[in-house]
Each structure stands twice: as C-alpha cells, then as structure tokens.
C-alpha cells in the first residue's frame, strides 16, 4: 500500500513544475508544494540505488547514490550564486553536511538492525575527508571574518582551498572505490526481482532530473517563505534546504537500513557528506568564478563548530564498526542541538 502511494505520489514533481509555470500560485505554496514533491523522489532515488547496489556492491551503491543524491544540491548552490545569494549557497552546503553526518547517519543507525556491521575503514577515511575540509574551510572564514566576507581577497583565499580539497578527494576516493569493486567482483549473484543495473541507472538520472527542477523552485521561493515565517534565510538554507535537498539521503539510507543492509546505508550517509564538502563545495566555488558574484567560502564560525564538532561524534560512533541505535538516538540530539544553535547564535 505505501509502495503504491509512493509510486502515485510521483506525480507531485511535475504538477509542481506546472503550478509553477502556469499558474501564479504564490512562493509559499511553491516553498511547500516543492518541499513535498522531494519526498518520492527521495524514495525512488533510494530504491534505484538499492537496486543498483545489487549490482555493484555497497561501497560502489552509496557512492552512486551520494552522487545523484547531490546533484541537485550542486544545481541549487549554483542558481543560489547567479541570485547573488552567497549566505544561502554557504548555508545550504554547511547545513547538507551537518545533516547527513548527524540527522542521516543517526536515523539511519535507528531504523536499522542493532549491533549491525559497518565498513569501519571506509567509513573513517570518509569522515576524516571531511575533518580535512573543515580544517582548510578556516583560512578563508578567518580573512572574511577580519571584514567585508565577501570581498576580492576573501574569494582568492577560497580558490586553492577549494582547489586542494578536490584533488584530495579524487585522490583519496578513487582508491577506495577500487577496493569496493575488488570486494563486489566477491558477492553473490543479485537476489530474484532485482532490477537490472540499467534500468535502476535510468531511474537515477530520471528521478534526480526531476529533483533538480523541483528544488530550483524551492530555491526561488524561499526568500519568501522565509519572510512568512520570520525566519532568517540562512536559517531556512541551513537546516530546511539542507534537509530537503538531502532528502534522497535521508529516504535512501533509512529504507535501505530498515530492509537491513546498514553497510550500504551507513555508506550513503557518510560519503554524502563527504562528497558535498570535498566536491560540491569546491566545484561550485570554482564554477561560481563564470557568474558576475563570485563565491567566498567564508563560513560562519558556528557553521565551522557544527561541522567539526559532528565529525568528532559520528568517527566516535563508527570507531567500533557497528551501528547502534542509541548511538544513532545521540546523533540525532546532536543535531537538534546544532538547529538550535544555528537559530540562536547564527550570525557572525
């Protein structure tokens, strides 16, 4: 029955692009109407890419779906640079990693098996990837917090930052998914009703397409539904569109982990984030250099603590390669505690 809903429900993405394009429905209801639409896609990004890791392992599965599920991060960050909206574009990739190593990885561990085994080793070079990241993120946030964050020296400064965490992560990266391949040329043969591996690719590139469409909507109506609910919009970047643009993370790795394949869910959480600090971010920084507004990756210090502070929890929560759900209840408190402090201490 959810299953069947979850298939009808797909039609929300195009009847928002519609409503968007015909009608003069207001940014709000967009803001709304995109936000829900997200919700299937996340599903069918999530069980395209179950399928798929039938095919190539849970190592090469997470990694496949890390990257579609950023895609539309990385889309959104750059119609957020072509607005001219730097505090959103650093907000919503912040707040993306945030997420997906406290709120994702979390709930993934309670929806999933307890004591389950996890990839340790895969794990803990992913997350120290990100450690890695935040540590480089200090040198332009430290130049943009002595003035103007967004002035001429400020952009120079984040330019070989962003430069060096992209070699490093291609460097470190490619080695691992050659390990993940050495390890799925081992596994068993798909199970019966898996679909085949071109089918759920298709289903991958079609479904984050559509979730890229939808959430460039969310983007140009946030302004609004920012100002309708008095919040800031770098709280509505940080902790809304980071948690709706993950959301193929988030419906992914929780179902995933409910049917009990936590090293593939734990895979998709973890090198989500790690690929949005070591590749989004330096790639949209770079690509930001073609549009008139010009990006500088000076972060607010507490979207740095936040970032630090959940790689130091979660390489604790992986240290024993297993998953556990009060562990998992944790990370989740961690989050919220983060929300809350963005809410209460965001500015600079």
């Known amino acids: 029955m959810i299953r069947k809903l979850l298939w009808a429900s797909l039609a929300l993405a195009p009847v928002t692009i519609l409503v968007d394009k015909l009608t003069g429905a207001g940014h709000v209801a967009l803001f709304v109407l995109a936000a829900v639409a997200l919700i299937p896609l996340a599903w069918l990004i999530g069980e395209a890419t179950e399928h798929a890791a039938e095919h190539t392992g849970p190592g090469i599965g997470g990694f496949l779906n890390a990257s579609f599920g950023n895609a539309p991060e990385l889309i959104v960050a750059l119609f957020a640079v072509g607005a001219n909206l730097p505090v959103v574009v650093r907000g919503s990739l912040s707040g993306s990693v945030i997420s997906n190593l406290l709120l994702v990885y979390g709930v993934t561990q309670i929806a999933g098996p307890d004591g389950a085994r996890i990839d340790r080793r895969s794990l803990l070079v992913q997350i120290g990837l990100v450690g890695a990241a935040v540590v480089a993120f200090i040198v332009p946030t430290t130049v943009g917090y002595t003035g103007q964050s967004e002035r001429h020296a400020v952009v120079v400064a984040s330019i070989p930052v962003a430069i060096v965490l992209l070699l490093l992560y291609l460097a470190v990266v490619g080695p691992n998914l050659r390990r993940h391949r050495e390890d799925a040329r081992e596994q068993e043969e798909p199970d019966e009703g898996t679909w085949a591996l071109w089918s759920a690719l298709a289903a991958l590139t079609l479904a984050t397409g559509a979730t890229a469409w939808v959430s460039e909507i969310l983007v140009h109506s946030l302004a609004a539904f920012a100002s309708a609910v008095g919040l800031s919009q770098f709280f509505i970047a940080v902790v809304i569109v980071a948690i709706v643009g993950n959301a193929a993370e988030h419906g992914g790795s929780i179902l995933i982990a ?45 979207e740095l603590v936040a970032m630090a502070g959940a790689v130091v929890v979660v390489a604790a929560t992986i240290w024993d390669g297993r998953s556990v759900r009060k562990e998992g209840m944790f990370l989740v408190a961690a989050y919220a505690a983060a929300v809350l402090g963005f809410l209460l201490g965001g500015g600079r």
Do not use: D, Y
């Not at 009990?260 to 930001?288: C, F, H, W």
């Open 258 to 302: 409910r049917n009990g394949k936590m090293r593939l869910a734990t895979e998709i959480a973890i090198s989500s984030g790690a690929q949005v600090a070591l590749l989004v971010v330096p790639v949209v920084t770079l690509l930001s250099l073609l549009f008139s507004h010009h990006l500088a990756l000076s972060f607010r210090w507490t």
